[in-house]
């Protein structure tokens, strides 16, 4: 018999978001025994939600997947609300096609030094996914370590599709906590990954501090994050146009954002991605076809995903590589590394502890 999510979550390396302190407990529910605290925590779907009361506050609209078609404007609410409509629609049932299946942790290895998401067997330990969404890369990671135990945690009630597609798989847990606060003690994860997630936060510095707390001493951290294009105006200037579009396409709800985005798809195709891979065929124009927004695009459901990101998405913050590296400075890292992957804006930023 597979044990239920819950009974897999090794309660001694949880903190309480709200005091800080090594005093949760998960049976027979899940609370906080510090006396000066008492903090109690939801269960749905064999998940705890692990949030502080302020997170508490900002997610309350949102208390699980089955409160569909809220039309709440606040702006963080909205970035939770989008995202987990999003990936709900992908509740995923066939594992082994997951792991066939090329997601981001792909692109992301091919800028990585070699074993830096497959540690060496017979070792265990703990692995740390911070903002699962789909899933896949998740997967995938429990994959390649099967002797280790992997937490994936999201802020969105998309986690439940998540981890009911997750069963199958004996060293996965998932807990629903945010970035901002994460519900784990000071070192306690030889792996913490997590791609597109802290320049959706009302505070990515906080979050990449938080990850690298929760990091042991020598474990492997790796991150993704938007960048600012500082010198490729040919996607600066759509990208502040769009921001600016922001106050309006935020308050859109799910159904009308996607509406929004199927309805300019083709003219996206039209003028960016086709004379995009037009330009690509040719080798002394493909630099330059490489640098168009959208230059991958081949049917309007491929880009359905970003233009839903760039125009619904309420928080996006970008970094330029020099910001990049001072979060790693901020944190005490002097070793890391910033890359890119093959033909993807944004960077790869990573670093052992
Ligand atoms: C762009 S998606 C990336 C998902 C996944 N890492 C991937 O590569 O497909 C951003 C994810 O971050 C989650 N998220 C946003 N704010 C968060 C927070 N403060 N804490 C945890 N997760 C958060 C969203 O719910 C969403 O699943
Ligand atoms: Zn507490």
Known sequence: MMKKNIDQIDASILICPECKQRSITLEPSAHCTNPNCKKTFPIWDEIPSLFDRKTDEITQHFPDRRMEGLTTQDIINNAIYNWSHIFSDCDRENFEKDIAFDYHIDAVEGTLPDSFF??????????????????????????????????????????????????????????????????????????????????????????????????????????????????NALKRIPLTLIESLHVLTRRLSHKQLKLLCYLISPAVLLL????????????????????????HGTTPKSILGDLMDRFGASINYRFSKEEFANLFRQNKIAQFKITKMNDRAGYVGFCSK
């Open 118 to 231: 497959r540690l060496s067997t017979p070792s265990t330990g703990r692995i740390l996914e911070i903002g699962t969404g789909t899933g896949v890369d998740g997967r995938k990671l429990a994959h390649y370590n099967p002797n280790f135990d992997y937490y994936g945690v999201d802020l969105g009630f998309a986690i439940y599709p998540c981890q009911r597609s997750s069963k199958k798989r004996s060293n996965q847990r998932y807990i629903r906590a945010s970035a901002l606060s994460l519900p784990f003690a000071d070192a306690s994860f030889d792996i913490v990954y997590s791609y597109g997630v802290f320049h959706h936060t009302p505070d990515p510095y906080k979050a990449f501090s938080e990850a690298i707390r929760v990091l042991k001493p020598g474990g492997h951290f790796c991150t993704y994050l938007y960048e600012k294009h500082e010198n």
């Open 272 to 295: 960016l991605s086709y004379p995009a891979q037009i330009l690509k065929k040719t080798p002394k124009l493909k630099l330059l076809g490489n640098k168009f927004p959208y230059h």
